[in-house]
């Protein structure tokens, strides 16, 4: 894509007449109307952004994408085109490790038992090749759901109940193979196989390790921590290493009738709500015992899948907040520029720089890469009622930009524990939720899914306005930005929409969506997002599936697949019953697809998946290869 094509215009559709009143009622409209008057809202409306994308939609012929689009679904099953299939790889609590037992779906087994299988609620995940037909994968279990984990499902929890929680969560590291069927398997004796979980010991690097604020009575160091949880997206770095990315830490701490301080409101811990009760049994749960344990999470885990007696490393350059994914990519310079999604309503967008540069020649050189570096915030700019604009990246280093002691920070690890606070004095954007971001393999643009936001345009710190134009945005966006001068390192980028959610069947005004979105392709609540080497744009959903009200006709979460030039969007996948689809890698030859389908039949919705008859649902990595073999997506 070139820049001329970048800057192209994008839209809501065209096809509205009742702009004004319909605009004008919605809290987005009003404020616009009010402050930008009727010219600013000539100016957004004649402007045509997704120009591209219309082209795309009168002509849908993309090169790119070779397949037939499917209907939506609202059946218990994962649907793939025609000329492909799908099959389960792994479900939650399959055995991984030796000597760990078959799953049981009464929910009477221990600890011991969830401590050698896989993990629940499968998330991002990536395939390290160890030859052409064996690899490893690795795997985040982002959480677990009481319903389905205990046969009291959560009402009478015990000691050991608390450790078969906590050893659900994590990272499950374990092998696959391609055998003479030509699918994949893995393999449960594999001496890769590992689990990471929720009491696993790790190690804290960076500026903020050691730092008092990071000291409890179990680790007076500052540098040694158990565990990882609530593990959402991943990434991969280029010497070989996967990057899991702690999300939402707050929900699992407590302290039962405390206030809770500015820092903890603004992570999100509450002393009270806490649906795991880990406190109960793990003192280090319990903030009241333990206020600085919260601090130890939220952070970017670094873990070498190669070798199953490697110590974690979280990495505290890469900052504390609500980590969804790590998309990682070398600057012609040499830099390494990790970017990074806080998922929370009107949190931030961030890029980390290296300090160092990368050594093709020795990869062990970069192992530290990721301990030391700049970490910045985004702000996007963009003039009254634009779609488009110029945006900058902030740096958040102590002394400067108001980071100062007078401010409360007392020196750069209280900046990168404490970064969302960094990001409001430095003056990033609120954003609709961030959540994975992709770079374009020709490495000059990056896309983020910003997947919805109900709180925009109501409160007041998240105004109606650049890459976030929707008040109570229930359907979610994806922005996309290119560094000037194709320099990741730049501190400079321009940014445009390519592509806003929406359900035109429904809507004729701006929660239409933008005029790539159809009756055909609609969908909502983007969150995984990724690039394959050709370039196709596969999105992922986790949204709402009612198929009801603003929801009528998109159906289960599914997965898509857009062209990023053209600006098509054809569904490729659906799933089974109450699951988001989330995780997505694929071996180096394009021709197998590892997706996973998490959560199917949560809050006891009718799902079965996927084994069918009376089964308990189970989250599962799905496998899509092509019949003839070939490309998938082509
Ligand atoms: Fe774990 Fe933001 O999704
Ligand atoms: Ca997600
Ligand atoms: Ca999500």
Known sequence: MNKSELQQDSAYREDDDSDFSTLIESGLSRRRFMQGGAAAMGLFLAANPLAQAIAAVSSPTSKLLGFTALPTSTSDDFIVPQGYIAQPLISWGDPILKNAPAF???????????????????????????????????VNNEYTNY??????QGKQLTADDVKKAQAAHGVSIFEVERKNDGHWHYL???SYNRRITANTEMELTGAAAGHPLLKTNADPSGKKVLGTFNNCSNGETPWGTYLTCEENFNGY???????????????????????????????????????????????VVEIDPMDPTSTPKKRTALGRFKHENAALTLADNGHLVVYLGDDERGEHLYKFVSKNRYNPDNKAANRDLLEDGTLFAARFNADEGELK??????ELTHGKNGLTAENGFADQASVLIY??????????????????????????????TLTNNKNRGIQDNQPVTGPNPRAENKYGQIVRWEPDSADHTSRAFTWDLFLVAGNPSVHKDFYAGSANITDENMFNSPDGLGFDKAGRLW?????????????AGMGNNQMLCADPVSGEVRRFATGPIACEITGLTFSPDQRSMFVGVQHPGEKNAPSHFPAGGNSKPRSTIMVIQREDGGIIGA
């Open 539 to 551: 999105i992922l959903t986790d949204g709402k599936y009612s198929n009801e009200g603003d929801f």
């Open 253 to 299: 701490f407590a302290a039962p009738g405390a206030e809770m301080d500015q820092h903890q409101k603004r992570y999100g811990l509450k002393a009270d709500k806490n649906k795991y009760q880990w406190h109960t049994f793990d003192s280090r749960f319990d903030m009241s015992q333990e206020p600085n344990e919260p601090h130890r999470h939220g952070w």
């Open 389 to 394: 604009g110029a945006g900058e990246w902030l």
């Open 188 to 190: 449960k004796e594999s």
């Open 419 to 448: 970064a969302r606070e960094a990001a409001t004095v430095v003056g990033a954007t609120t954003m609709d939720r961030p959540e994975w971001v992709a770079v374009h393999p020709d490495n000059k643009t990056v896309f983020c």
């Open 147 to 152: 319903l389905l984990l205990f046969a009291h």
């Open 104 to 138: 049981d779906e009464s929910g009477t087994q221990t600890s011991a038992a969830q401590a050698g299988q896989f993990g629940d609620n499968t998330d991002g995940m990536r395939f390290f090749p160890l030859s052409e037909n064996r690899a490893l994968l690795a």
